[in-house]
């Protein structure tokens, strides 16, 4: 291999290396101890030596030294683990350069020409290789060298990168090198003589964390079922545990559930993954997050800047982001100081004159005809001209849209399932039907026609509250802006912490979620949706008919067909828009309130929002993402409330609970004025708040959980305080002069005391605060990289049920004893995936993926290549290669009755039982429809031996059976 010339200023420094050929210009050196063996202490010494240093000492076994007449300097130009290899580059050097460098008389020049051939041998080796993607190509050459060599792994299996690091078995430690690829994690250590390695797939990992240990500081401990390895001294520990993280949470969101968890497209395809790809991954999951974008979109640019804002007259510094089709800006410290520009929003983008004051400074024009301020851009013309190609993309894509003609749709099935409520007076006239959809759809939110009793002081002091927020609100649009565009800081957090007044909710939950932008960018979308999902029965459609009158069934809106027939509208369409998800339990509940808020358009595209951007992965057949930030909650827990976590080792029943928090956002357990208050504090911060809050009432109710004597009491103790948890409007009124002790900064009245005292209840904008004051440093960064990790055991907790599961149901039906059968139920999923690893591409698409969707001993199949591989290694008839080959063949082919080309582990596993548990004449039975249609084929090219009729298909095969005894095998 050609390395990039290094200087070496003693050519044998300490002895490590024995000269093997010589001329006036090179050396070829050998690795002293290498190849030597008798094992001397020399060379023991030495090869521990190279492991521990790591450094850029270049400890391959053979290297080539450029040396210059005269020069104590030499320069390392190549170097290889076997001794064939440097030859070859050893016969080069003397062919084509040896010559030429005699003409040269000053030996500078020989340097500098044999340096630049050198370079010039690398560029054309690494022209296209991932090698030349690397930020060091060199060294990952040679590390790409050395985990071939040591692990003898296929081509295919991609290194992405590697670490020097110690490995620790109890409390010895052994320095080597640890190898990231696609689907494995491989180690590599020798030391005196002893040679470590093991490799450890990805889809065989179940925990990744951080831990202190004894000795070690800190450490990556890596767990599968069968051990845990710890590795420590890296170099940057935080960079390792990252890319662990990582790699392991892809290769199982591919392996596993790709069907179900959005994998962006690069990832799915391993051969393109790099540690530089991983890093944008990363960047790219947190910034969809923290603006709660569409899940589609790629990031672009990442660039330091300063942005105007009016609010403090000032420049903020923070770092924006471009998307497809955002402008997304967020201060250094997260949470301080956002800004979201849609493109679709945007009517220009200029560079201004630059000046001492406004250095590069960009001008963004909206269609609001407001403007706003960047400066101190790096790269400012660069980042401008990919901007405005974007924004040109996107318009014209618009102009388009506009441009095509509105003319009758014929959309609607002849037979619908339901009927619109608002249909009844306009017959069989496509048009007034149609008409009459888009006024049903654009109608006012629910609450508007249904609002519950508007008489009594207690309604009078809600308006009257309701009407100060409004104001506040006000005084916030004319200071901040107003629309999707809007400056997002404290202030708009303490506004919402009050909750959001009835008659700007809606408008407010459309502008924080941006679900305003997808109404504005898919006109009629709704509409035609509707159209088309009507008459479509299908088990979403028969469960949202069940759940539709269990959607807050208390309203008055939802005892109404015209209620009932919104609700049935917005869950039928997005069934239809999204099959994946289709439609999941606690979809109705969100939908509902939705509509209470929001036109029944908007409602949908609120839902869209919710269900695609803010709560990924969150409604699928596995609910894999309410799961996975339940396992984040109980980190969160034991991080954040140490005593608790100690009265509470086992979290598990509070999980339980917590679910409902997170998959209905507490409107399932409060009551609904105070849940609501909570919807407005997820549409402004996304999921953060609802671990903030969940954090503040288990804080709450520390006392009480940990004196609880079981889980049904400390259960009782959560219910019964959310139950008490009530909004601004329900709670007693403060004096006039104060409508509330949080909008005004007068201090509330002391209440005269009764004889009897009031109930104890919790305001649920106190809470709130609570939340924000105790537990507003967590950060969405974290919470990203806290799924990441919990992602992993989550995926791996149904990998075991589904274990469990197969088991369970191929037991009762084979001899084979437990253990053994979950060994086989290992070695067939070891086979199943690493088709997936390397296979060529040829392999259906039912194999390509893992589908929990079909019964558990059909979620792993095999092919006939991977059948043959499990036949040698676990089958009794083994005759010669090429007799076990077409034994193997048939067997599957008998095994295969539907077919698809793929055997499941129930049909494996009684062929397996037949041939070892069965008696004599099952065995001899099935040994015998192995040479008869269908396992022998008419096409089949088999030896004389195995192909010639001997046996007759018509009479029946007898066996030797004891004295007195006649029996006959029957097919």
């Given at each position: 291999?050609?390395?990039?010339?290094?200087?070496?200023?003693l050519?044998?420094?300490?002895?490590?290396?024995?000269?093997?050929?010589?001329n006036?210009?090179?050396?070829?050196?050998r690795?002293?101890?290498?190849?030597?063996?008798?094992?001397?202490?020399?060379?023991?010494?030495?090869?521990a030596?190279?492991t521990?240093?790591?450094s850029?000492?270049?400890?391959t076994?053979?290297?080539?030294?450029?040396?210059?007449?005269?020069?104590?300097?030499?320069?390392v130009?190549?170097?290889?683990?076997?001794?064939?290899?440097?030859?070859?580059h050893?016969?080069?050097l003397?062919h084509?350069?040896?010559?030429?460098?005699?003409?040269?008389?000053?030996?500078?020049?020989v340097?500098?020409?044999?340096?630049?051939?050198?370079?010039?041998?690398?560029?054309?080796?690494?022209g296209g290789?991932?090698?030349?993607?690397?930020?060091?190509?060199?060294?990952?050459?040679e590390?790409?060298?050395k985990f071939?060599r040591?692990?003898?792994?296929p081509p295919?299996?991609?290194?992405?990168?590697?670490?020097s690091?110690?490995?620790?078995k109890?409390?010895?430690?052994?320095?080597?090198?640890?190898y990231?690829?696609?689907?494995?994690?491989?180690?590599?250590?020798?030391?005196?003589?002893?040679?470590?390695?093991?490799?450890?797939?990805?889809?065989?990992?179940?925990?990744?964390e951080?831990?202190?240990?004894?000795?070690?500081?800190?450490?990556?401990?890596?767990?599968?079922r069968q051990?845990q390895?710890?590795f420590?001294?890296?170099l940057?520990?935080?960079?390792a545990?990252?890319?662990?993280?990582?790699?392991?949470d892809?290769a199982?969101?591919r392996?596993?559930e790709?069907e179900?968890l959005?994998?962006d497209?690069?990832?799915?395809q391993?051969?393109?993954i790099?540690?530089?790809?991983?890093e944008?991954?990363?960047?790219?999951?947190?910034?969809l997050?923290l603006?709660?974008?569409?899940r589609?979109?790629?990031?672009?640019?990442?660039?330091s800047?300063?942005?105007?804002?009016?609010?403090?007259?000032r420049?903020?510094?923070?770092?924006?982001?471009?998307t497809?089709?955002?402008?997304?800006?967020?201060?250094?410290?997260?949470?301080?100081?956002?800004l979201?520009i849609?493109?679709?929003?945007?009517l220009?983008i200029?560079?201004?004159?630059?000046?001492?004051?406004?250095?590069?400074?960009?001008i963004?024009?909206?269609r609001?005809?407001?403007?706003f301020?960047?400066?101190?851009?790096?790269?400012?013309d660069d980042?401008?001209?990919?901007?405005?190609?974007?924004?040109r993309?996107?318009?014209?894509?618009?102009?388009m849209?506009r441009?095509?003609?509105?003319?009758?749709?014929a959309?609607?099935?002849?037979?619908?399932?339901?009927t619109?409520?608002?249909?009844t007076s306009?017959?069989d006239d496509d048009e007034?039907?149609?008409?009459?959809?888009?006024?049903?759809?654009?109608?006012?939110?629910l609450?508007?026609a249904?609002?519950?009793?508007?008489?009594?002081?207690d309604?009078?002091?809600?308006?009257?509250?309701?009407?100060?927020k409004?104001?506040?609100?006000?005084?916030?649009?004319s200071?901040?802006?107003?629309?999707?565009?809007?400056?997002?800081?404290?202030?708009?957090?303490?506004?919402v912490?009050?909750?959001?007044?009835?008659s700007l909710r809606?408008?407010?939950?459309?502008?924080?979620?941006?679900?305003?932008s997808?109404l504005?960018s898919?006109r009629?979308?709704?509409t035609?949706?509707?159209?088309?999902?009507?008459?479509?029965?299908?088990?979403?459609?028969?469960?949202?008919?069940?759940?539709?009158?269990?959607?807050l069934?208390?309203?008055?809106?939802f005892?109404?067909p015209?209620g009932?027939a919104?609700?049935?509208r917005?869950?039928?369409?997005?069934?239809?828009?999204?099959?994946?998800i289709?439609?999941?339990?606690?979809?109705n509940?969100?939908?509902s309130?939705l509509?209470?808020?929001?036109k029944?358009?908007?409602?949908?595209?609120l839902?869209?929002?919710?269900?695609?951007?803010?709560?990924?992965?969150y409604f699928n057949?596995?609910?894999?993402?309410?799961q996975?930030?339940?396992?984040?909650?109980?980190?969160l827990?034991?991080?954040?409330?140490?005593?608790?976590?100690?009265?509470?080792?086992?979290?598990?029943?509070?999980?339980?609970?917590?679910?409902?928090?997170f998959?209905?956002?507490?409107?399932?357990?409060m009551?609904?004025?105070?849940?609501v208050?909570v919807?407005?504090?997820?549409?402004l911060?996304?999921i953060?708040?609802i671990f903030q809050?969940?954090l503040?009432?288990?804080?709450?109710?520390a006392?009480?959980?940990?004196?609880?004597?079981?889980?049904?009491?400390?259960?009782?103790?959560l219910?019964?305080f959310?139950?008490?948890?009530?909004s601004?409007?329900?709670?007693p009124?403060?004096?006039?002069?104060?409508p509330?002790?949080l909008?005004?900064?007068?201090?509330?009245?002391?209440?005269?005391?009764?004889?009897a005292?009031?109930?104890?209840h919790?305001n649920i904008?106190?809470l709130?605060?609570?939340?924000?004051?105790?537990?507003?440093?967590?950060?969405?960064?974290?919470?990203?990289?806290l799924?990441c990790?919990?992602?992993?055991?989550?995926l791996?907790a149904?990998?075991?049920?589904t274990?469990?599961?197969?088991?369970?149901?191929?037991?009762?039906?084979?001899?084979?004893?437990p253990?053994?059968?979950a060994?086989?139920?290992?070695?067939?999923?070891t086979?199943?995936?690493?088709?997936?690893?390397?296979?060529?591409?040829s392999t259906?698409?039912?194999?390509?993926?893992?589908d929990?969707?079909?019964?558990?001993v059909?979620?792993?199949?095999?092919?006939?290549?991977?059948?043959k591989?499990?036949?040698?290694?676990?089958?009794?008839?083994?005759?010669?290669?090429?007799?076990?080959?077409t034994?193997?063949n048939?067997?599957?082919?008998?095994?295969?009755?539907?077919?698809?080309?793929l055997?499941?582990?129930?049909e494996f596993?009684?062929w397996?039982?037949?041939?070892?548990?069965?008696?004599?004449?099952?065995?001899?039975?099935?040994?015998?429809r192995?040479?008869?249609?269908?396992?022998?084929?008419?096409?089949?090219?088999?030896?004389?031996s195995?192909?010639?009729p001997?046996?007759?298909?018509?009479?029946?095969?007898?066996?030797?059976?004891?004295?007195?005894?006649?029996?006959e095998?029957?097919d």
């Amino acid at each position: 291999m050609w390395l990039n010339p290094e200087e070496v200023l003693l050519k044998n420094a300490l002895k490590l290396w024995l000269t093997e050929k010589s001329n006036d210009f090179f050396l070829l050196q050998r690795r002293r101890g290498h190849g030597d063996t008798g094992g001397k202490i020399s060379g023991l010494l030495v090869g521990a030596l190279d492991t521990v240093l790591d450094s850029n000492a270049r400890v391959t076994p053979f290297r080539i030294l450029l040396q210059v007449p005269g020069s104590q300097i030499s320069w390392v130009i190549a170097s290889g683990a076997a001794i064939q290899e440097v030859n070859k580059h050893w016969d080069w050097l003397l062919h084509h350069l040896l010559h030429s460098l005699s003409v040269f008389e000053n030996k500078e020049d020989v340097a500098s020409f044999v340096k630049g051939k050198v370079k010039g041998l690398i560029a054309e080796e690494t022209g296209g290789r991932l090698a030349a993607q690397e930020e060091d190509p060199e060294k990952f050459r040679e590390a790409l060298l050395k985990f071939e060599r040591h692990f003898g792994l296929p081509p295919s299996e991609k290194l992405v990168t590697h670490y020097s690091c110690c490995c620790w078995k109890g409390r010895v430690p052994r320095q080597g090198f640890l190898y990231l690829s696609i689907n494995h994690m491989a180690f590599y250590s020798f030391l005196l003589g002893k040679e470590v390695k093991f490799v450890v797939p990805w889809a065989e990992v179940t925990r990744v964390e951080r831990v202190s240990a004894g000795l070690m500081t800190e450490v990556v401990r890596v767990s599968t079922r069968q051990r845990q390895r710890d590795f420590s001294m890296f170099l940057s520990l935080d960079e390792a545990f990252g890319v662990i993280g990582q790699l392991a949470d892809i290769a199982l969101r591919r392996l596993l559930e790709s069907e179900g968890l959005e994998l962006d497209y690069i990832l799915q395809q391993p051969t393109r993954i790099t540690k530089r790809v991983l890093e944008e991954q990363a960047l790219r999951e947190y910034v969809l997050a923290l603006f709660r974008l569409p899940r589609g979109e790629k990031l672009y640019e990442v660039a330091s800047c300063s942005v105007w804002t009016p609010h403090n007259r000032r420049h903020s510094a923070g770092t924006l982001y471009t998307t497809d089709g955002y402008l997304c800006f967020s201060s250094r410290e997260e949470g301080q100081c956002t800004l979201l520009i849609p493109l679709s929003e945007v009517l220009s983008i200029e560079k201004a004159e630059s000046t001492s004051l406004l250095p590069n400074p960009v001008i963004v024009s909206v269609r609001s005809k407001k403007a706003f301020q960047l400066i101190e851009l790096q790269d400012r013309d660069d980042l401008v001209d990919s901007m405005n190609a974007r924004l040109r993309t996107l318009q014209w894509k618009h102009s388009m849209f506009r441009s095509k003609p509105h003319g009758k749709r014929a959309l609607r099935s002849p037979a619908p399932y339901y009927t619109f409520y608002y249909d009844t007076s306009f017959g069989d006239d496509d048009e007034a039907e149609e008409q009459a959809l888009r006024n049903t759809v654009n109608s006012e939110a629910l609450m508007t026609a249904f609002h519950q009793s508007q008489t009594g002081p207690d309604n009078d002091d809600a308006k009257s509250l309701d009407q100060v927020k409004e104001r506040l609100w006000d005084d916030h649009f004319s200071e901040f802006g107003r629309g999707v565009h809007m400056f997002r800081t404290e202030k708009i957090q303490k506004l919402v912490s009050m909750g959001i007044p009835e008659s700007l909710r809606g408008e407010l939950w459309m502008t924080l979620s941006d679900a305003c932008s997808d109404l504005a960018s898919h006109r009629d979308y709704y509409t035609d949706l509707v159209q088309k999902s009507m008459g479509h029965s299908s088990l979403a459609t028969e469960e949202i008919e069940r759940d539709l009158h269990r959607s807050l069934p208390d309203h008055p809106a939802f005892q109404n067909p015209t209620g009932i027939a919104a609700l049935r509208r917005v869950l039928t369409a997005y069934a239809h828009r999204n099959p994946k998800i289709g439609y999941c339990q606690s979809m109705n509940i969100l939908a509902s309130v939705l509509l209470l808020y929001a036109k029944e358009e908007e409602a949908f595209w609120l839902l869209v929002a919710v269900c695609e951007r803010m709560l990924p992965d969150y409604f699928n057949r596995r609910v894999i993402g309410a799961q996975v930030d339940q396992s984040v909650f109980e980190e969160l827990i034991r991080e954040r409330l140490p005593v608790l976590a100690e009265h509470i080792p086992d979290l598990s029943p509070l999980s339980s609970v917590s679910l409902s928090w997170f998959l209905t956002l507490f409107l399932s357990v409060m009551p609904f004025r105070s849940a609501v208050c909570v919807v407005d504090c997820f549409f402004l911060h996304g999921i953060k708040a609802i671990f903030q809050l969940g954090l503040a009432v288990l804080e709450a109710n520390a006392e009480e959980l940990c004196a609880s004597a079981d889980d049904g009491q400390a259960l009782m103790v959560l219910t019964s305080f959310l139950d008490q948890v009530r909004s601004e409007e329900e709670s007693p009124a403060p004096p006039s002069s104060s409508p509330s002790p949080l909008l005004s900064p007068q201090p509330a009245l002391e209440e005269t005391p009764t004889s009897a005292p009031p109930a104890v209840h919790t305001n649920i904008t106190e809470l709130i605060n609570d939340s924000y004051e105790k537990f507003g440093d967590l950060t969405v960064r974290q919470v990203e990289r806290l799924r990441c990790r919990h992602r992993i055991q989550v995926l791996q907790a149904h990998e075991d049920t589904t274990k469990e599961n197969a088991l369970r149901v191929v037991t009762p039906d084979v001899s084979i004893s437990p253990e053994d059968l979950a060994d086989v139920f290992d070695l067939f999923k070891t086979e199943h995936f690493i088709n997936l690893y390397w296979g060529d591409g040829s392999t259906s698409k039912a194999l390509q993926h893992h589908d929990p969707g079909r019964p558990y001993v059909e979620q792993y199949r095999v092919d006939r290549a991977q059948f043959k591989s499990l036949y040698m290694l676990l089958a009794p008839w083994l005759c010669g290669s090429h007799h076990t080959d077409t034994v193997a063949n048939r067997a599957f082919t008998l095994l295969d009755k539907n077919k698809d080309s793929l055997v499941t582990f129930r049909e494996f596993a009684g062929w397996l039982d037949t041939c070892y548990c069965e008696d004599l004449n099952l065995k001899i039975r099935l040994l015998y429809r192995l040479h008869i249609p269908p396992a022998l084929t008419e096409i089949e090219e088999d030896p004389a031996s195995l192909n010639s009729p001997l046996l007759s298909t018509t009479r029946p095969l007898y066996v030797d059976l004891p004295k007195g005894v006649v029996g006959e095998v029957k097919d």
